[in-house]
């Protein structure tokens, strides 16, 4: 299973950025796939996930702002996040993250998923 995020760069405050993560190695079609983040002094923190029926949920910070999506069209599928609106306090490390078991898509819980790429750094400003 291999997970490689991208599309994190420096954004102004107001802003859109769009993550990309290209996945490998595993069943697209049959994996919850997530994205987190982790900004420095805390926690890693669920923001969406995307079940293998394409039902997606959103934790409170992403609500409005945030759009999980994910594309099996090319070679590598691949799961994106679409960030509207971006604010200084959204500024971390996102990581893309996946899992066979749906529940992970329902808690969105970092215990929840097996598999982790290396994040990608987002700064707002």
């Known amino acids: 299973v291999q997970l490689v995020e991208s599309g994190g760069v420096w954004v102004q405050a107001g802003g859109s950025l769009r993550l990309s993560c290209a996945t490998s190695?595993?069943?697209?079609?049959?994996?919850?796939l997530g994205w987190f983040r982790q900004a420095p002094g805390k926690e890693r923190e669920g923001l969406a996930g995307i079940d293998t029926d394409g039902t997606s949920k959103y934790a409170d910070a992403a609500k409005g702002r945030f759009t999980i999506s994910k594309d099996n069209a090319n070679t590598n599928s691949t799961v994106y996040l679409q960030m509207n609106n971006l604010k200084p306090e959204d500024t971390a490390m996102y990581y893309c993250?996946?899992?066979?078991?749906?529940?992970?898509?329902?808690?969105?819980?970092?215990?929840?998923?097996?598999?982790w790429g290396q994040g990608t750094q987002v700064t707002v400003s």
């Open positions: 993250a996946a899992n066979p078991d749906g529940i992970a898509c329902r808690t969105l819980l970092e215990r929840d998923f097996g598999y």
């Open positions: 190695g595993f069943d697209f079609h049959r994996y919850c």
